[in-house]
């Protein structure tokens, strides 16, 4: 009797460090930072704001002050060029310092997000041009090995770019069900 007790303890414990660590992980792998200023950011630019917090995961891991090796800067990992275009665009007075506030960051990141989702029709190609660049989708669309119609792409050439689209698309559900 003792062992079934002993045993049926050790179940229960061992749920509970399962629940515990697993809880851990999806916290860690999954944060979100910044809902507020996300939601009222995607609403404005008819994004979803599931989508929008992917992108952040993925680009910066919700760190504000993140800078890549090719020069993209905070949350959404937004290029220098691309800023100064879309603060124009915003009418703000553009700096490269507005970019490492989260929410200048998520403003100039969801307008931009909208800019391309109104110049391409496939969510694929609008997530490979916020990788890759607009004119690089663009070409890559022109090529029948990449694009058989102009608007969706059978092949991703890039494969950080084509990696990244998988991530996102990995990433989107779990955030779908934190925005519901």
């Known amino acids: 009797m003792k062992a079934k007790i002993l045993v049926v303890v050790f179940l229960i414990l061992f749920v509970i460090l399962c629940v515990f660590f697993s809880d851990c992980y999806y916290k860690y792998s999954y944060p ?14 008819n994004l979803d704001p599931a989508l929008v917090a992917s992108i952040i995961n993925a680009e910066s891991r919700f760190e504000a002050t993140a800078i890549s090796s090719k020069g993209a800067i905070g949350l959404m990992q937004i290029m220098p060029d691309t800023a100064k275009f879309v603060s124009e665009k915003l009418n703000i007075n ?3 310092e507005i970019l490492l506030e989260p929410s200048m960051n998520i403003k100039i990141g969801c307008y931009y997000l909208n800019y391309l989702k109104n110049k391409f029709t496939s969510d694929e190609a609008m997530l490979c041009a916020y990788n890759a660049g ?3 989708v663009r070409a890559w669309l022109k090529d029948k090995q ?10 991703i050439p890039y494969s950080q770019t084509s990696s990244y689209v998988k991530k996102i698309n990995n990433i989107f559900p779990v955030y779908k069900k934190m925005f519901n």
């Open 134 to 136: 607009e004119g690089v």
């Open 94 to 96: 553009y700096s490269e």
């Open 146 to 155: 990449y694009s058989i119609d102009g608007v969706n792409l059978i092949k």
């Open 32 to 45: 979100l930072k910044y809902k507020e200023d996300i939601i009222k950011e995607a609403e404005l630019n």
